[in-house]
Antibody, heavy 119, light 107 residues
Framework: EVQLVESGGGLVQPGKSLRLSCAAS????????MSWVRQAPGKGLEWVAN????????YYVDSVKGRFTISRDNAKNSLYLQMNSLRAEDTAVYYC????????????WGQGTLVTVSS | DIQMTQSPSTLSASVGDRVTITCRAS??????LAWYQQKPGKAPKLLIY???GLESGVPSRFSGSGSGTEFTLTISSLQPDDFATYYC?????????FGQGTKVEIK
């Protein structure tokens, strides 16, 4: 059974940084593209970033380019999202998701971790 | 960027009703369209991939159709467990754009 468990969310001030983690189990992590998707309170879903199996390709939504960095450690079956220069509009539940294509098709999602950016 | 527009935003229906949700893409995405179901406080769940492919374990009352820019999700006979929000999502390009969602409510 695919299991994805996010951690690292919390309350952070604008301009500060936060690192999210996602621990994967139940599948061969190193063979899948992985993604982050977020959902602002009461709003819809927004794809944030994708990373290739070996980490050699990464893609981001325009609103986070230059501020967020997606990475992975296949030896630890873990996915990360380093978020810098956080803004109020980054407040959301962040989901880790397994993708079966490069352009994101979410087959397997974590339960999400809430990031709140506020002073 | 490709924009995805769903209609309606909210839909009121009764158990047993046939329900149809429409999703339009701002440019052709061939059949690279997925549908997800999301319940309050839960992660999304994939229902349909490649416009009409039924994800394993998803009841056959769910079906998808369309290609190019116009797509539909149909629930043939609405069940109590189906009251939720539904999102379409294109995966033709790396932006992975979602529609704004359609909330299916109890009439």
């Amino acid at each position: 059974e695919v299991q994805l468990v996010e951690s690292g969310g919390g309350l952070v001030q604008p301009g500060k940084s936060l690192r999210l983690s996602c621990a994967a189990s139940g599948f061969t992590f190193s063979t899948y593209w992985m993604s982050w998707v977020r959902q602002a309170p009461g709003k819809g879903l927004e794809w944030v970033a994708n990373i290739k199996q070996d980490g050699s390709e990464k893609y981001y939504v325009d609103s986070v380019k230059g501020r967020f960095t997606i990475s992975r450690d296949n030896a630890k079956n873990s996915l990360y999202l380093q978020m810098n220069s956080l803004r109020a509009e980054d407040t959301a539940v962040y989901y880790c998701a397994r993708s079966i294509v490069a352009t994101f098709l979410g087959v397997g999602w974590g339960q999400g971790t809430l990031v709140t950016v506020s002073s | 960027d490709i924009q995805m527009t769903q209609s309606p935003s909210t839909l009121s229906a009764s158990v047993g009703d046939r329900v149809t949700i429409t999703c339009r893409a701002s440019q052709s995405i061939s059949s690279w369209l997925a549908w997800y179901q999301q319940k309050p406080g839960k992660a999304p769940k994939l229902l349909i991939y490649k416009a009409s492919g039924l994800e394993s374990g998803v009841p056959s009352r769910f079906s998808g159709s369309g290609s190019g820019t116009e797509f539909t999700l149909t629930i043939s006979s609405l069940q109590p467990d189906d009251f939720a929000t539904y999102y379409c999502q294109q995966y033709n390009s790396y932006s992975g754009t979602f529609g704004q969602g359609t909330k299916v409510e109890i009439k």
